[in-house]
T-cell receptor
Framework: QKEVEQDPGPLSVPEGAIVSLNCTYSNSAFQYFMWYRQYSRKGPELLMY????GNKEDGRFTAQVDKSSKYISLFIRDSQPSDSATYLC?????????????FGSGTRLQVQP | GAGVSQSPSNKVTEKGKDVELRCDPISGHTALYWYRQSLGQGLEFLIYFQGNSAPDKSGLPSDRFSAERTGGSVSTLTIQRTQQEDSAVYLC????????????FGDGTRLSIL
C-alpha cells in the first residue's frame, strides 16, 4: 500500500463549480502538506503548503489538513477552465525526518466551459 | 531565466547506453532534488542535495543511478546501462536552504529507452 493515496479521477465539473480534491496518508510522521498543480508536459507548480493541522486560504483555494484522520483536502471555488490540470498532493516529515516529498498519484481535473 | 532549467528536454537512447541529465537550479537555492515521474509509479524521490552536506541517496532505485552537484549549483543525474523501465520524466527541483516545503520544479527531461 502506498504511503499517500489519491483518487486519479478524471474529475469533470462545470465552470463555476466548487471542486474538492483529497488525499489520505498512512505515515503519521508527515508534518508538512503541499498541493501542486501540473499542466501537461510541464513541471509541478506549488499552489499551497500547510504545516500540521488546520486550514489555509489563498484566493480561490483552501487547503485543509486533519492529522487525526490522516486526510487532506484542497477546495477550489469558482472553478475556471484554466484550472484544468492534474493536482498532486505532497507531504514531508520535515526537519525531524525525511525532507524529500512523498507525492500522491495525482487527480486529473477538467473544468468544462 | 529565473526558473529551474533542465536539459535536454527530451532524450531517446538505446537500451544499455549511459545517459546524463542536467539541472540548473534557481540562483541562490542551496537545496536540489531529483524526482522521477512515470505512469505506473507517479512522482518518486531519487536524491537530495543540501549545501555541503552528504546527499540523501535513499531514493535511488539501483546502483546504475548516480548524481553529483558541482560547486553547489548545477547537478547531473547519470543512468548507466539504461533499461526500458528507466523510461520516465526526470524532474529536478530546488529550494532556498531548509525551505523544503517550497520546492520549485523544472519541466523535466522526458527519457525514452528503446
Amino acid at each position: 500500500q502506498k504511503e499517500v493515496e489519491q483518487d486519479p479521477g478524471p474529475l469533470s465539473v462545470p465552470e463555476g463549480a466548487i471542486v474538492s480534491l483529497n488525499c489520505t496518508y498512512s505515515n503519521s510522521a508527515f508534518q508538512y502538506f503541499m498541493w501542486y498543480r501540473q499542466y501537461s508536459r510541464k513541471g509541478p507548480e506549488l499552489l499551497m503548503y500547510t504545516y500540521s493541522s488546520g486550514n489555509k486560504e489563498d484566493g480561490r483555494f483552501t487547503a485543509q489538513v486533519d492529522k487525526s484522520s490522516k486526510y487532506i483536502s484542497l477546495f477550489i471555488r469558482d472553478s475556471q477552465p484554466s484550472d484544468s490540470a492534474t493536482y498532486l498532493c505532497a507531504m514531508s516529515e520535515g526537519d525531524t525526518g525525511r525532507r524529500a516529498l512523498t507525492f500522491g498519484s495525482g487527480t486529473r481535473l477538467q473544468v468544462q466551459p | 531565466g529565473a526558473g529551474v532549467s533542465q536539459s535536454p528536454s527530451n532524450k531517446v537512447t538505446e537500451k544499455g547506453k549511459d545517459v546524463e541529465l542536467r539541472c540548473d537550479p534557481i540562483s541562490g537555492h542551496t537545496a536540489l532534488y531529483w524526482y522521477r515521474q512515470s505512469l505506473g509509479q507517479g512522482l518518486e524521490f531519487l536524491i537530495y542535495f543540501q549545501g555541503n552536506s552528504a546527499p540523501d541517496k535513499s531514493g535511488l532505485p539501483s546502483d546504475r543511478f548516480s548524481a553529483e552537484r558541482t560547486g553547489g549549483s548545477v547537478s547531473t543525474l547519470t543512468i548507466q546501462r539504461t533499461q526500458q523501465e528507466d523510461s520516465a520524466v526526470y524532474l529536478c527541483a530546488s529550494s532556498l536552504g531548509g525551505q523544503f516545503w517550497t520546492q520549485h520544479f523544472g519541466d523535466g527531461t522526458r527519457l525514452s529507452i528503446l
